[in-house]
């Protein structure tokens, strides 16, 4: 089965050697994604509301060079680093997804890859 890649040209990709988002089939798995801007700057320090949002756009722009979006997801996946924001990173999921409404987890993790990354989120769409 062909396998389509994409990349965000984040400096972690290469390093790490991972696939910002892979389509196999019918199928766009997004790797967990946080709020890096293209410049490697991170969206919304210290909000994690704002983090999401970021997110789920990073996650959107990896999943149309795929061919998908954001109405294909049927799984989410959220990492936080403090459990108290669940409601606000919550409330940005629903607001992107509305009537989607992916399954999808979310637990609080001791830490992300950086000190000022709050959330990470993965995704899975199917076509």
Do not use: K
């Not at 766009?28 to 700057?41: H, K, Q």
């Not at 996650?59 to 954001?70: P, V, W």
């Not at 607001?95 to 987890?105: H, N």
Request: net charge negative; proline share 3%.
């Amino acid at each position: 089965m062909q396998r389509e890649r994409y990349a965000s040209g984040t400096a972690w990709e290469p390093v790490v050697g991972y696939s910002r988002a892979i389509r196999i089939g019918d199928r766009v798995l997004v790797s967990g994604t946080t709020a890096t801007m293209p410049d490697g700057s991170i969206d919304g320090v210290g909000d994690p509301a704002r983090q999401a949002r970021r997110c789920l756009r990073n996650i959107e722009t990896a999943l149309g060079a795929l061919g998908a979006s954001l109405a294909d997801v049927v799984q989410t996946r959220m990492y936080v680093t403090d459990i108290s924001a669940w409601e606000a990173v919550g409330r940005v999921h629903g607001e992107v997804f509305g009537d989607v409404r992916p399954v999808t987890s979310m637990v609080e993790v001791s830490r992300l890859i950086g000190d000022d990354i709050l959330v990470e989120i993965e995704a899975e769409a199917l076509l």
